[in-house]
C-alpha cells in the first residue's frame, strides 16, 4: 500500500527516523521522503523551520495533518492500519512494549542526540568526552531494557512477532555501535538484533540503505 499524499523528513542516520520507517515496512506502507542534512545543520534554517518549528525529524505530512515525534507518528500508523499490529493485545503487555519503547525515547535518545552533543561542543566538552557521555547513557538505558527482557519471552522483545518496543531498539543498537559500546553484556537485545535483520522491513529501514546516505 502507498501512502500516495504522505510525506516523511527524516535523515538517514536519524534514529528517530529510523524508527518511523521500520513501522512503515512493517504495514507494508510507503511514503514520498524528503531529506533533512543535520550534520550541515539545514534543521535549524528557516526553510525548514517554517515545515516544523521544533526543527526535529522525523515530521509527518498527510494532506493538512501534521505530526512530529516518531512515537506519536508510529502509534498514528498503527491506529489507522491496524494490521499487523505493533503494539501486543493484552493491556499489560501493551504497557511494557511502551515502556521499552520510551526508555530509549525518553530516556536515553534525548540526551545523546545531535543537538545535545553539539551543546556540548560549544561548552567546550572535547570529542572523547562527548563519546564517553553518549557511552555511559546508552548502557544505562540499555541495562534497565536488558533487566526487563530477561523475564519475557523472545525472539522479539515480547514474543514472535515485532512491537513498538523492537522498533526503538534496533535504531539505538545501531546507535550504540556507532559510538563504540561493548553490547556483548546485553544477550536479550543482540538476540532482538539479530531476529530483526532477518526481516525485510528493519532491513530495508538501515541507515546505509537510504537515498541520502554518506
Not at 540526551?111 to 557521555?133: F, P, Q, S
Amino acid at each position: 500500500m502507498n501512502n500516495s499524499d504522505a510525506l516523511l523528513y527524516g535523515y538517514f542516520r536519524s534514529t528517530a527516523a529510523y524508527r518511523v520507517r521500520i513501522a512503515l515496512g512493517l504495514k507494508g506502507l510507503s511514503a514520498e521522503t524528503k531529506f533533512v542534512h543535520l550534520r550541515k545543520g539545514e534543521q535549524a534554517q528557516q526553510a525548514y523551520r517554517d515545515i516544523n518549528p521544533a526543527g526535529l525529524v522525523p515530521y509527518w505530512i498527510e494532506g493538512d495533518f501534521r505530526l512530529a515525534q516518531s512515537l506519536a507518528i508510529i502509534e498514528y500508523l498503527d491506529e489507522t492500519h491496524p494490521a499487523p499490529p505493533l503494539l501486543p493485545s493484552s493491556p499489560k503487555a501493551r504497557a511494557i512494549a511502551r515502556e521499552i519503547a520510551l526508555v530509549v525515547t525518553s530516556d536515553i535518545h534525548p540526551i545523546g542526540n545531535l543537538r545535545v552533543l553539539n551543546r556540548l561542543a560549544e561548552m567546550g566538552v572535547d570529542e572523547a568526552a562527548r563519546t564517553t557521555w553518549s557511552q555511559h547513557w546508552i548502557k544505562v538505558g540499555f541495562e534497565a531494557i536488558e533487566a526487563r527482557l530477561a523475564h519475557l519471552p523472545g525472539p522479539f522483545a515480547l514474543g514472535e512477532q515485532p512491537t513498538v518496543a523492537d522498533i526503538c531498539i534496533i535504531p539505538q543498537v545501531f546507535n550504540a555501535r556507532r559510538f563504540g559500546v561493548d553490547l556483548s553484556p546485553y544477550k536479550r537485545i543482540l538476540e532482538i538484533d539479530a531476529t530483526a535483520s532477518g526481516l525485510k522491513a528493519f532491513a530495508m529501514a538501515e541507515p546505509g540503505r537510504q537515498p541520502d546516505a554518506e
